[in-house]
């Protein structure tokens, strides 16, 4: 098992077609930490032109899968839940940060918050990690 965080994360980003495809960026790693960021771009508007809950969904779900898998062994999400603030808009950069509240043997929970440049919180993301008896390059335990 690695314990590099930013080893993990290049490993993991490499595969990572949707964070590319969304041109989201891994900005600070840590053990069970992690900061992302992304630029709301038109394509992620939806009929109101604020950002869609799913692009934002997705930005803290990609945060917390990086916190979550940090230590070297791979997790997947076994839940989650968001809580939306305020709504984003084209051209605001978003930052969420992930950060681990409990981590057992199999189970973690973690908390994300998505702010913007202006340091407003747009949505509260919490997840509860599985570890899959794996590493994040795929070895078996």
Not at 59 to 77: H, P
Not at 118 to 137: N, P
């Amino acid at each position: 098992m690695s314990t590099n965080a930013w080893a993990n994360a290049r490993e993991m980003y490499a595969r990572d077609n949707c964070a590319k495809q969304m041109g989201i960026e891994i900005i600070e790693m840590g053990e069970g930490f992690a900061v992302l960021t992304m630029t709301i771009t038109a394509e992620m508007l939806n009929g109101h032109q604020t950002c869609h809950g799913g692009q934002l969904f997705t930005l803290a779900d990609t945060a917390f899968a990086y916190a979550c898998n940090s230590q070297g062994l791979a997790a997947v999400a076994s839940g989650c839940n968001i809580d939306f603030m305020r709504p984003g808009k084209e051209g605001d950069r978003l930052k969420a940060v992930a950060q681990v509240r409990h981590q057992g043997r199999q189970t973690g929970v973690y908390d994300i918050e998505i702010i913007n440049q202006d340091e407003k919180t747009l949505a509260l993301f919490r997840g509860r990690a599985h570890r899959i008896g794996t590493t994040v390059s795929g070895a078996k335990l």
